[in-house]
């Protein structure tokens, strides 16, 4: 693999000087995925580039836009006699009212992290196994490969609670919406992966901005910066996929298969972005005893956000992090108020950690 | 902990089925083949979450590396 | 320990100005001599990895601390707390390993205890230990020393202790041929102490949080801002193929058998040869100390950005060492 080409540091220079060389004095450009976040923070990017050129995030945190009702949810499902809950790792941290699934495995609720959902099928099963799926495009095909096995092999104390949500209904939440300025868009490259560069096809069409599918190597970024800045200067929106390496027109068909035979688009509740049509999935009536919700009889409930915390405004990329009255005072990685911080992927996570 | 859209290539080891060991600069694990079809030892997929979701082209990287040495334009670049 | 936990706890009851100055080991003057006094627990479970078993560590993470107050490590204290049923010959073979670890350092572990506990309330078994040093005349080893324009240097990689454990532990379904670096530092830092003296201002071995912690430890408890190139940290691939995997970072893995110095610019390629010479042959220089951002640590990345490498709080592994 060419991997360390990717990471060639003449090449990346090269690429700063071009950028530089564009002379675009000012453009927003947002990425829209956790692991870009990490991955811009990580390399130092934001210092290679020309001062009027900003890199926001929008909602590409899993973690942070699960709503506190999902949460709850959880908690629920973890306080349950009987009950393994099986999460992601970073959902154990995220505060509600002062609750966290960490706090309530700490007090003796069964609670466990899982690298891989696959993982489930390790778990004791004289208990009832509960997954708590969270996550984008990139995780929804596994956990469905998880059902179809648990189905193949007759298992039935495994459901899930499912609060994975979609990209591109997102996308264009934001772009309707009239409060955040996105001169050009980076898109996830492993959710692309999955869904395929047509599902951003209406980008260009509808709104007119200018859209690259970037991978996470310093080069896939810098790559995409130069060709989002060339497009903007020459005022000709398109759609551009430098992530050609994994992403397909088509996507990954067999995951996209996977996915629709166990789960359906839903409207889904985003943190800091309100109710997004067919933004979510839910399974599908014929697997409803794989539904945890049904299982456990469990309800939405309205937590309000805590005073002060502006996860919303940062997840919709209004404000950043530092705009924060509680950035680096009262929510800190280890006092956290809100999930932006929390998360590893989190912007305000990353404005702390890496500046 | 752990980035929720981390992605890494990895080379394919062994196959067995719908299981098989991926292998990058000697560290091994098992990854799951549910999502792709016709894996065989000595491809390079992607792997999230356990599950390899994308086989890698080793063209379109080696094109993306030579656009940019070229510092050539290319269609909408 | 957890500093918070600490400081909640426990500073503001013993409260003097040994303990406020580091939790786990104090410099002492009796007399005209100076004695390095430290304390630990070891709790590592799985309790044998590739490259390290509980014994071993026990005895090499206490000779290490002594060695980061500048002290040439003497004696151990070590005690245990074990479960009742507790295998006969694995509690054989932790003794034995003590003993070689003991006499590779050449020190002597001349007190301890032991107790018994019902089953269930332990795991398996604890070691607690205490050791003595003398600290070599002319040497002022401390975190606060940091001088701005000194030089970082590391005696070897980082992380391989840190990963070694998280691979054993099987609960991440990885393999991998990572070793630990668990091991003694005295012959590579007893003739540096010696030979340079004053001149080297700190010694820290990145245990828990590995090496990004102890820079930031560093930084604040001597007020001064520290920058490291990325591309300069030796870290082996199999570890970094580890942490990729995991969406982890090396530079927060625990090392048990490598060491960072601060040291005064003067004496930068000399201190290189020293260790290089020693058998530490990846030992590198990683940055530098500077004025400002105080308090901070900025690290130039392997492709030229820039950014800070923070205390990474509410991340860690239990039971690690």
Same mark, same amino acid.
């Given at each position: 693999? &060419?991997?360390?080409?990717?990471?060639?540091?003449?090449?990346?220079?090269?690429?700063?000087?071009?950028?530089?060389?564009?002379?675009?004095?000012?453009?927003?450009?947002?990425?829209?995925?956790?692991?870009?976040? &990490?991955?811009?923070?990580?390399?130092?990017?934001?210092?290679?580039?020309?001062?009027?050129?900003?890199?926001?995030?929008?909602?590409?945190?899993?973690?942070?836009?699960?709503?506190?009702?999902?949460?709850?949810?959880?908690?629920?499902?973890?306080?349950?006699?009987?009950?393994?809950?099986?999460?992601?790792?970073?959902?154990?941290?995220?505060?509600?009212?002062?609750?966290?699934?960490?706090?309530?495995?700490?007090?003796?609720?069964?609670?466990?992290?899982?690298?891989?959902?696959?993982?489930?099928?390790?778990?004791?099963?004289?208990?009832?196994?509960?997954?708590?799926?969270?996550?984008?495009?990139?995780?929804?095909?596994?956990?469905?490969?998880?059902?179809?096995?648990?189905?193949?092999?007759?298992?039935?104390?495994?459901?899930?609670?499912?609060?994975?949500?979609?990209?591109?209904?997102?996308?264009?939440?934001?772009?309707?919406?009239?409060?955040?300025?996105?001169?050009?868009?980076?898109?996830?490259?492993?959710?692309?992966?999955?869904?395929?560069?047509?599902?951003?096809?209406?980008?260009?069409?509808?709104?007119?901005?200018?859209?690259?599918?970037?991978?996470?190597?310093?080069?896939?970024?810098?790559?995409?910066?130069?060709?989002?800045?060339?497009?903007?200067?020459?005022?000709?929106?398109?759609?551009?996929?430098?992530?050609?390496?994994?992403?397909?027109?088509?996507?990954?068909?067999?995951?996209?298969?996977?996915?629709?035979?166990?789960?359906?688009?839903?409207?889904?509740?985003?943190?800091?972005?309100?109710?997004?049509?067919?933004?979510?999935?839910?399974?599908?009536?014929?697997?409803?005893?794989?539904?945890?919700?049904?299982?456990?009889?469990?309800?939405?409930?309205?937590?309000?956000?805590?005073?002060?915390?502006?996860?919303?405004?940062?997840?919709?990329?209004?404000?950043?992090?530092?705009?924060?009255?509680?950035?680096?005072?009262?929510?800190?990685?280890?006092?956290?108020?809100?999930?932006?911080?929390?998360?590893?992927?989190?912007?305000?996570?990353?404005?702390?950690?890496?500046? | 902990?752990?980035?929720?859209?981390?992605?890494?290539?990895?080379?394919?080891?062994?196959? !067995?089925?719908? !299981?098989?060991?991926?292998?990058?600069?000697?560290?091994?694990?098992?990854?799951?083949? !549910?999502?792709?079809?016709?894996?065989?030892?000595?491809?390079?997929?992607?792997?999230?979450?356990?599950?390899?979701?994308?086989?890698?082209?080793?063209? !379109?990287?080696?094109?993306?590396?030579?656009?940019?040495?070229?510092?050539?334009?290319?269609?909408?670049? | 320990?957890?500093?918070?936990?600490?400081?909640?706890?426990?500073?503001?009851?013993?409260?003097?100005?040994?303990?406020?100055?580091?939790?786990?080991?104090?410099?002492?003057?009796?007399?005209?001599?100076?004695?390095?006094?430290?304390?630990?627990?070891?709790?590592?479970?799985?309790?044998?990895?590739?490259?390290?078993?509980?014994?071993?560590?026990?005895?090499?993470?206490?000779?290490?601390?002594?060695?980061?107050?500048?002290?040439?490590?003497?004696?151990?204290?070590?005690?245990?707390?074990?479960?009742?049923?507790?295998?006969?010959?694995?509690?054989?073979?932790?003794?034995?390993?003590?003993?070689?670890?003991?006499?590779?350092?050449?020190?002597?572990?001349?007190?301890?205890?032991?107790?018994?506990?019902?089953?269930?309330?332990?795991?398996?078994?604890?070691?607690?230990?205490?050791?003595?040093?003398?600290?070599?005349?002319?040497?002022?080893?401390?975190?606060?020393?940091?001088?701005?324009?000194?030089?970082?240097?590391?005696?070897?990689?980082?992380?391989?202790?840190?990963?070694?454990?998280?691979?054993?532990?099987?609960?991440?379904?990885?393999?991998?041929?990572?070793?630990?670096?668990?091991?003694?530092?005295?012959?590579?830092?007893?003739?540096?102490?010696?030979?340079?003296?004053?001149?080297?201002?700190?010694?820290?071995?990145?245990?828990?949080?590995?090496?990004?912690?102890?820079?930031?430890?560093?930084?604040?408890?001597?007020?001064?801002?520290?920058?490291?190139?990325?591309?300069?940290?030796?870290?082996?691939?199999?570890?970094?193929?580890?942490?990729?995997?995991?969406?982890?970072?090396?530079?927060?893995?625990?090392?048990?058998?490598?060491?960072?110095?601060?040291?005064?610019?003067?004496?930068?390629?000399?201190?290189?040869?020293?260790?290089?010479?020693?058998?530490?042959?990846?030992?590198?220089?990683?940055?530098?100390?500077?004025?400002?951002?105080?308090?901070?640590?900025?690290?130039?990345?392997?492709?030229?950005?820039?950014?800070?490498?923070?205390?990474?709080?509410?991340?860690?592994?239990?039971?690690?060492?």
């Amino acid at each position: 693999m &060419v991997a360390s080409e990717f990471g060639d540091p003449k090449l990346v220079a090269d690429l700063a000087a071009k950028i530089a060389s564009l002379g675009v004095a000012n453009a927003q450009l947002m990425e829209v995925c956790g692991t870009h976040t &990490v991955s811009l923070a990580k390399y130092g990017i934001k210092a290679l580039l020309p001062e009027g050129v900003r890199i926001v995030s929008g909602p590409g945190c899993p973690v942070c836009v699960t709503s506190d009702s999902d949460l709850s949810q959880a908690f629920q499902v973890a306080k349950t006699e009987g009950v393994t809950l099986a999460t992601f790792g970073d959902m154990m941290r995220v505060p509600v009212d002062g609750i966290s699934l960490l706090k309530l495995k700490a007090r003796g609720c069964d609670v466990r992290t899982v690298y891989s959902p696959f993982d489930v099928f390790a778990l004791p099963s004289d208990k009832e196994v509960v997954l708590f799926g969270v996550g984008f495009e990139t995780t929804s095909p596994g956990v469905a490969a998880v059902l179809r096995e648990a189905q193949r092999r007759k298992v039935t104390n495994l459901s899930i609670i499912s609060c994975f949500k979609l990209i591109p209904p997102a996308l264009r939440a934001l772009l309707e919406g009239s409060d955040v300025r996105i001169d050009g868009l980076i898109l996830p490259g492993h959710v692309s992966t999955i869904i395929g560069s047509s599902a951003y096809d209406f980008l260009v069409k509808e709104f007119n901005v200018p859209c690259v599918i970037a991978g996470f190597e310093p080069i896939d970024l810098m790559l995409s910066v130069y060709s989002l800045l060339k497009m903007i200067k020459r005022k000709k929106p398109m759609l551009v996929n430098t992530y050609t390496r994994s992403v397909r027109a088509e996507g990954n068909p067999d995951a996209v298969r996977i996915v629709r035979e166990y789960f359906e688009p839903v409207d889904s509740e985003w943190r800091g972005l309100g109710t997004i049509p067919k933004s979510g999935l839910a399974l599908r009536d014929e697997h409803s005893g794989l539904d945890a919700r049904l299982r456990f009889d469990l309800r939405p409930t309205t937590v309000p956000e805590p005073a002060g915390c502006m996860c919303p405004e940062v997840l919709r990329g209004v404000a950043l992090p530092t705009d924060c009255p509680l950035f680096s005072k009262e929510c800190t990685p280890e006092n956290p108020v809100g999930p932006c911080m929390v998360s590893s992927e989190g912007a305000c996570a990353a404005y702390h950690n890496y500046g | 902990m752990i980035d929720m859209c981390l992605a890494i290539p990895c080379t394919i080891e062994k196959v !067995d089925g719908l !299981d098989a060991v991926a292998t990058v600069a000697g560290v091994k694990r098992a990854v799951r083949l !549910d999502l792709v079809e016709n894996v065989r030892p000595g491809d390079v997929v992607l792997v999230h979450s356990g599950f390899a979701i994308q086989k890698l082209s080793q063209e !379109d990287a080696a094109e993306v590396i030579n656009t940019i040495v070229e510092l050539g334009e290319k269609s909408g670049w | 320990m957890s500093h918070e936990l600490f400081e909640q706890v426990f500073s503001s009851r013993y409260g003097n100005k040994y303990l406020d100055t580091a939790s786990d080991k104090a410099v002492l003057k009796m007399g005209r001599n100076r004695i390095a006094f430290t304390s630990d627990a070891f709790v590592m479970s799985p309790r044998q990895v590739p490259g390290c078993s509980l014994g071993a560590l026990s005895v090499f993470g206490t000779v290490n601390d002594l060695l980061t107050c500048g002290a040439k490590p003497l004696y151990l204290s070590s005690s245990f707390v074990i479960e009742e049923g507790f295998l006969f010959d694995e509690l054989n073979q932790i003794a034995s390993d003590m003993a070689s670890a003991a006499k590779k350092c050449r020190v002597e572990i001349v007190t301890g205890d032991t107790k018994v506990v019902e089953r269930g309330k332990a795991d398996g078994v604890y070691i607690v230990t205490s050791g003595i040093g003398a600290v070599i005349q002319g040497v002022d080893v401390s975190g606060s020393n940091a001088r701005v324009r000194d030089r970082v240097i590391v005696t070897g990689s980082v992380g391989n202790h840190g990963v070694a454990v998280m691979i054993a532990r099987g609960e991440f379904g990885l393999s991998a041929d990572v070793r630990s670096d668990c091991g003694s530092l005295s012959d590579l830092v007893l003739p540096l102490l010696r030979k340079f003296g004053s001149k080297v201002h700190a010694l820290r071995d990145p245990t828990r949080g590995g090496l990004a912690t102890v820079l930031n430890e560093i930084s604040i408890e001597s007020g001064v801002a520290i920058e490291i190139d990325e591309k300069s940290i030796p870290i082996e691939p199999g570890v970094k193929a580890a942490c990729d995997l995991l969406g982890m970072d090396p530079l927060y893995m625990a090392c048990e058998g490598t060491m960072v110095l601060i040291v005064d610019r003067g004496i930068e390629n000399l201190v290189l040869r020293e260790l290089r010479k020693r058998g530490a042959r990846r030992a590198m220089t990683i940055g530098a100390v500077a004025g400002s951002p105080k308090d901070r640590v900025t690290m130039t990345t392997s492709i030229g950005g820039k950014r800070y490498l923070s205390m990474l709080r509410g991340m860690s592994l239990p039971r690690i060492c």
